[in-house]
């Protein structure tokens, strides 16, 4: 167990185009969130998956973007016609559900959009 | 609208100060309140977390300070060290998991 793993690690894209992350979560970790970074703030939520049910939306999520968790396990976030506003650092972070469960980020994945 | 106000932004203090992040929050149903710490390149790390019920909690060198009245708490580093540079985020919660959190205290502790 290497901890919460992102990829890729950076993504550069011209705007327009379609990018996708993948996140995965620690392994006995059943919930799992993505978080929102700009430079010089703090992370914002975004969106939490309990296994493979995807629980919570922020109203930051817009209809470009969409986070899957197929199998409970891994999960995707794709952000379809990039803007330069979604330029950030993307979170993953993983948690038991047990009482006490602490939320473990990984690395992230910087966005840049040209 | 932003649920956790951290201040200051910025700190510098020499090595064996204490640098002292105050943050301030509205929402009186948040009962958790973790500090996190940033290095360049990596993601947030949990340092130390406190309830509601507790006025003050230390682990090794950092200690929060909790005031439920004033809807305020605090992270002290007691003998700041170099090592300790890095940006610290202070966050509250109804759950451990969708965390609010502050933007941030860049902290640098010189040799």
């Known amino acids: 167990d290497t901890g919460v793993s992102q990829n890729p690690r950076h993504k550069i894209t011209k705007r327009g185009q379609n990018v996708t992350f993948r996140c995965d979560p620690i392994?006995?970790?059943?919930?799992l969130y993505w978080y929102r970074q700009t430079l010089g703030q703090g992370p914002e939520f975004l969106t939490y998956?309990?296994?493979?049910?995807?629980?919570?939306k922020s109203r930051l999520l817009s209809d470009r973007f969409s986070a899957e968790r197929p199998k409970g396990s891994f999960s995707t976030l794709e952000i379809q016609r990039t803007e330069q506003g979604d330029s950030a650092m993307y979170l993953c972070?993983?948690?038991?559900?047990?009482?006490?469960?602490?939320?473990?980020f990984g690395a992230g994945s910087r966005l840049t959009v040209l | 609208q932003q649920q956790v106000k951290q201040s200051p932004q910025s700190l510098i203090v020499q090595k064996g100060g204490i640098p002292i992040i105050n943050c301030a929050y509205e929402?009186?149903?948040?009962?958790?309140f973790p500090w996190y710490q940033q290095f360049p390149g990596k993601g947030p790390a949990l340092l130390i977390a406190?309830?509601?019920?507790?006025s003050e909690k230390k682990e090794g060198r950092f200690t929060i300070s909790f005031n439920k009245s004033a809807k305020q708490f605090s992270l002290h580093i007691m003998d700041s060290q170099p090592g300790d540079s890095a940006t610290y985020f202070c966050?509250?919660?109804?759950?451990?998991?969708?965390?609010?959190f502050g933007a941030g205290t860049q902290v640098v502790v010189t040799p």
């Open positions: 972070a993983s948690r038991a559900s047990a009482e006490g469960g602490v939320l473990t």
């Open positions: 392994s006995e970790h059943n919930r």
């Open positions: 998956f309990q296994n493979e049910a995807q629980l919570e």
């Open positions: 929402n009186t149903a948040f009962d958790y």
């Open positions: 406190i309830r509601p019920d507790v």
């Open positions: 966050a509250a919660s109804m759950g451990r998991g969708k965390l609010q």
